[in-house]
């Protein structure tokens, strides 16, 4: 079988019929559905795995919104223009101007409708994360991706949306003009069932899970770790390749420059941001780490067999101690300490005076030879961990209008069909540097919120 094929057919077989037809069951497709149900428009989402967690259960969770209510109770000044100008400061003006507006204005109205649906939200306190001028990472809790899932499917399915799961969409049906009909989808005993929809949503995030599209289109990734989830294999990608649909921003990821090895786990980027330091199997530095941990990925996967070591001290391990995923790769046992530099030179493998001389330059005043200002030195004892460069999930994918309908090659959209979230192109550019911290939630629920009422307004019609 095809694994991923599109149906040119006049009509669909005979099949259940739904307005609103959603492929995938993360926080795009999640947040699609609240919204959907809110204006009364029936949905049905079709998610491959048996229990809905995707790359969003993975995440930190972290939401960059700006000008909520919440943000507005707390007095934090803020609006979506500051956050999309901050947007494009990062992507040095290549970010798709027609998705950064609408994006940030409609992730700040998502998070204040999840409210509603009892979301519980709270501002990220105590550091900024690289290029955000202010504090708008909106996290539940418990400060996990998982824990966010957990509250969006609450949501969903108590706002009445349909959750299909064991359920592999496969094939697309259209008609001669391209307009969707409905789909094909994989059940566990591999039979086909079908259903039929007035308007199709992709929200089933983009190609990480694929090594050959990653091999194909992001090259310098091909040798990296893939952090998200597997599940994730470019199906908007293979099926706009065959729909003819336009593919946009494809260079563009998020990549990390610290995850534990080999644990498999995220070392907060936070913990540099306050003073840490990445050294190399040389004992040398070679960025300034303030820059953004995406980019770190490639400078990491550059060093010495792949691989930095993030060097901290106690104040540092102490706030790293604040973020669930630290706490889970220490327990792995992550977690290195030296009681001075020679221990923590003999822990690196690395020669005590090429360390020596990397942190010496760790001290408060004029800028290291990155650029880089530092607060304070680092002080004995010194914490490490051994980390590399993984892909998180990639930003390129179906090009969108800005009510995120899907383009064809000449520009003009098709007619039912919408993607948003990782499915289609970010905003961060055509580069991993353009990564801006948060930018996959935000296209996940600014997406997921703009793709649910312009599908709306196509039922309504
Ligand atoms: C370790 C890690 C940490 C991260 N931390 C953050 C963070 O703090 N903040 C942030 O903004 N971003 C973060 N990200 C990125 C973020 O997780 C993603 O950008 C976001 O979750 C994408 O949401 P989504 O709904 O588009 O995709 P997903 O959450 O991946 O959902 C897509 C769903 O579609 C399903 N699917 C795929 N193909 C099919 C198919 N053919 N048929 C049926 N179902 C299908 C999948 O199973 C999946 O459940 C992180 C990523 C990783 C890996």
């Known amino acids: 079988m095809n694994p991923l094929r599109i149906r040119r057919a006049g009509q669909m077989p005979a099949s259940p019929q739904v307005q609103v037809a959603i492929v995938g069951a993360g926080a795009c497709g999640l947040t699609a559905a609240i919204r959907l149900r809110d204006a009364g428009v029936e949905c049905v989402l079709l998610e491959r795995d048996a229990i809905p967690s995707g790359s969003t259960a993975l995440s930190s969770g972290f939401i960059p919104a700006a000008g909520t209510r919440l943000q507005q109770s707390l007095g934090?000044?803020?609006?979506?223009?500051?956050?999309?100008?901050?947007?494009?400061?990062?992507?040095?003006?290549?970010?798709?101007?027609h998705l950064v507006g609408p994006y940030t204005q409609a992730v700040a109205q998502a998070v204040d409708a999840l409210e509603r649906h009892g979301l519980v939200f709270e501002v990220l306190d105590g550091f900024l994360y690289p290029g955000h001028r202010v504090r708008r990472m909106h996290a539940v809790p418990e400060?996990?991706?998982?824990?966010?899932?957990?509250?969006?499917?609450r949501a969903a399915t108590t706002a009445g949306a349909d959750i299909l799961c064991s359920a592999l969409v496969r094939e697309l049906w259209v008609d001669a003009n391209d307009r969707v009909l409905g789909l094909g989808y994989q059940r566990p005993d591999n039979s086909i069932e079908t259903l039929a929809c007035d308007t199709l949503v992709l929200a089933c995030n983009g190609f990480g899970g694929n090594p050959q599209m990653v091999h194909e289109l992001l090259p310098q990734m091909r040798e990296a770790i893939f952090a998200g989830h597997a599940g994730n294999d470019g199906s908007?990608?293979?099926?706009?390749?065959?729909l003819g649909a336009r593919l946009a921003d494809l260079g563009g990821y998020q990549g990390h420059g610290s995850w534990a090895v080999p644990q498999g786990a995220l070392i907060s980027w936070a913990v540099m941001m306050q003073?840490?330091?990445?050294?190399?199997?040389?004992?040398?530095?070679?960025?300034?780490?303030?820059?953004g941990y995406s980019e770190a990925a490639v400078h990491v996967l550059a060093q010495p067999g792949g691989i930095a070591w993030n060097v901290?001290?106690?104040?540092?391990?102490?706030?790293?101690?604040?973020?669930?995923?630290?706490?889970?790769?220490?327990?792995?046992?992550?977690?290195k300490s030296a009681p001075d530099q020679a221990a923590l030179a003999r822990l690196i493998g690395c020669d005590a005076a090429a360390l020596h001389t990397a942190l010496a330059e760790v001290r408060p005043g004029l800028p290291d030879g990155f650029g880089r200002v530092f607060k304070r030195a680092l002080a004995a004892p010194y914490y490490a961990v051994k980390v590399?460069?993984?892909?998180?999930?990639?930003?390129?994918?179906?090009?969108?209008?800005?009510?995120?309908?899907?383009?064809?090659?000449?520009?003009?959209?098709?007619?039912?069909l919408l993607a948003a979230g990782g499915a289609?192109?970010?905003?961060?550019?055509n580069a991993v540097?353009?990564?801006?911290?948060?930018?996959?939630?935000?296209?996940?629920?600014?997406?997921?919120?703009?793709?649910?009422?312009?599908?709306?307004?196509?039922?309504a019609r």
């Open 76 to 97: 934090i000044d803020d609006s979506p223009t500051a956050f999309a100008q901050d947007i494009q400061a990062k992507a040095h003006g290549n970010a798709a101007a």
């Open 424 to 429: 289609a192109r970010g905003v961060s550019g």
């Open 275 to 291: 003073g840490a330091v990445q050294i190399n199997a040389d004992g040398a530095r070679f960025h300034d780490e303030t820059q």
């Open 312 to 335: 901290f001290d106690a104040p540092l391990l102490e706030m790293a101690r604040g973020f669930p995923d630290f706490n889970q790769a220490e327990q792995a046992g992550a977690l």
């Open 236 to 242: 908007a990608v293979a099926w706009g390749r065959q």
């Open 433 to 459: 540097w353009g990564y801006l911290s948060g930018n996959g939630l935000l296209s996940a629920l600014g997406g997921g919120w703009i793709a649910a009422g312009s599908a709306a307004a196509m039922t």
């Open 143 to 153: 400060h996990t991706g998982a824990a966010l899932m957990v509250q969006l499917e």
């Open 388 to 416: 590399t460069g993984a892909l998180f999930h990639t930003q390129g994918g179906l090009d969108i209008d800005a009510h995120c309908h899907v383009l064809k090659h000449d520009g003009t959209p098709f007619a039912n």
